[in-house]
């Protein structure tokens, strides 16, 4: 079982940045990463994911060119860079797992009922 532990959310205004990080309980070299995120009353949405073997990334459309995922050279702590930030970003933001794989390193999956293990989930609040 691995424990996953977000942190750097906030409160911050239009334009500004944060990073999230999400520490691991174990290395999780061979397991595909992903960010989600949450409003009231909406389902939990797909942000960003890194493949297991770090070649494949994917965005959502509405945080292209404005979020970076990435994990730590010790595969232990996975972040969310995220810069130009807007009010419809405002959110609680999930960091989770899924794997392990070996072999290939294929594109990770968006679904979210695809991944294992979950954060507790950290608050980001984007003031206009």
């Known amino acids: 079982h691995v424990q996953l532990v977000e942190s750097g959310g906030g409160l911050v205004q239009a334009g500004d940045s944060l990073r999230l990080s999400c520490a691991a309980s174990?290395?999780?070299?061979?397991?595909?990463m992903g960010w989600f995120r949450q409003t009231p009353g909406k389902e939990r949405d797909f942000v960003a994911a890194?493949?297991?073997?770090?070649?494949?990334?994917d965005y959502a459309d509405s945080v292209k060119g404005r979020f970076t995922i990435s994990v730590d050279s010790a595969k232990i702590t996975m972040y969310l860079q995220m810069n130009s930030l807007k009010p419809e970003d405002t959110a609680v933001y999930y960091c989770a797992i899924e794997g392990p794989y070996s072999g290939g390193d294929y594109p990770p999956h968006r679904n979210p009922y695809e991944y294992d293990y979950w954060g507790q989930g950290t608050q980001v609040t984007v003031s206009s």
């Open positions: 174990t290395p999780i070299g061979h397991y595909n």
């Open positions: 890194l493949s297991w073997g770090g070649t494949q990334t």
